[in-house]
């Protein structure tokens, strides 16, 4: 079992920056991945960014240069470097995670965060 817990989420003017952490709380030994969700006003859930269980990274195109994902293993924590915020990036971010999760896709992903809701105001 995998519980993750996210945080960081909050209101940002546009232009701003925010860092969303996942604390990883896992009770087995499973080498997981992981990947950064988000679901907008449109109830869609995207995957964004993912992290494999060897640390290779993945930045869905239109994000790179404002995001990037990187972890702690000591601290067993996941994180997402948010820059340069727009409006079109509220929403509420998830973390997930799972053998094949950052591949990104929904079904690959069984362990769930609660999410953070992140706000950006122009």
């Known amino acids: 079992q995998v519980q993750l817990l996210e945080s960081g989420g909050g209101s940002v003017q546009a232009g701003g920056s925010l860092r969303l952490s996942c604390e990883v709380l896992s009770s087995d030994d499973g080498d997981y991945s992981f990947g950064w969700f988000r679901e907008g006003g449109d109830g869609k859930r995207e995957g964004i960014a993912s992290i494999d269980s060897d640390g290779q990274t993945f930045v869905f195109y239109l994000l790179r240069g404002r995001f990037t994902i990187s972890q702690d293993n000591a601290k067993n924590t996941l994180y997402l470097q948010m820059n340069s915020l727009k409006s079109e990036d509220t929403a509420m971010y998830y973390c997930?995670?799972?053998?094949?999760?950052?591949?990104?896709?929904?079904?690959?992903?069984?362990?769930w965060g609660q999410g953070t809701q992140v706000t950006v105001s122009s």
């Open positions: 997930a995670a799972d053998w094949s999760c950052s591949r990104l896709f929904l079904g690959d992903c069984r362990f």
